[in-house]
């Protein structure tokens, strides 16, 4: 039997949720979600660090402190979460994370559950785009909504962008890149990384970072103009305006 852990919203209740998807170019759209637990970055400004920042780690963050890890997280089979999803019925399916790719094995066995149980039902895929998806992933997911981290995250770039990765994800046409971005000058890094791995400026989307919504509207006033001389698109994060930063929205 294959398992994967995953977040919880309270002690043993995994973060599985039926909302409206708050990003991207599905924005607006109803989703299930489901929150995997783990990842292999440490953004300073992660809107999810119960999903890594680990009591006895000395990882940053700048507005949340540790966390347990057995507290935050429940081992679940792929069955029984498949099962959970289809309790909480959708027009398209979102797993996220933490880093749902670093479950590798899980997360293909659970695309493959949910596409034998709804083989039109649409399947989206959230990765920070440091690990290459396995190619059955690839075949079974819809959309991947590919998020690499900026030097403001504060990760190692060598870690946060990695080559190999992002090549591969650049190469599926059902990949989008939707990259947190703080000033103007941030677009200068997302420009110089769409270079190196030719990603097409219409399948880039800048998204301001924050987790309150007077936050997002000033940082998005301030990089529109920038996003749109550059032929990027601009994403909103329309959960936060509608339910705070709170888990299972």
Known sequence: MTFLRLAVTAPGVPEIFRSIQGEGPKAGRERTFVRLSGC????????TPY?????????????AGKFDQAAESVAMSVEAVAEAVEVLPAEGIVITGGEPLAQMVGLVALAERLRQAAP????????????PPDPRLAELVDLFMVSPKLAHSGNALALAQRPT?????????????????RTPADLDEVAALALRHAI???RIMVMPEGIDSQTLLTRAAALADAALGRGY???????????G?????
């Open 40 to 47: 292999n970055l440490h953004c300073v400004w992660c809107d």
């Open 51 to 63: 999903t890594w920042n680990w009591r006895g780690t000395k990882w940053p963050h700048e507005r």
């Open 233 to 243: 698109g601009m994403s909103d994060r329309l959960h936060i305006h509608l339910y």
């Open 245 to 249: 930063d709170t888990r299972g929205t």
């Open 200 to 202: 097409p400026a219409e």
């Open 120 to 131: 039109s039902r649409p399947i989206e895929i959230e990765t920070n785009g440091t690990i």
């Open 165 to 181: 990765p992002l090549a591969a994800f650049a190469a599926l046409e059902h990949a989008i890149f939707k990259f947190v971005a």
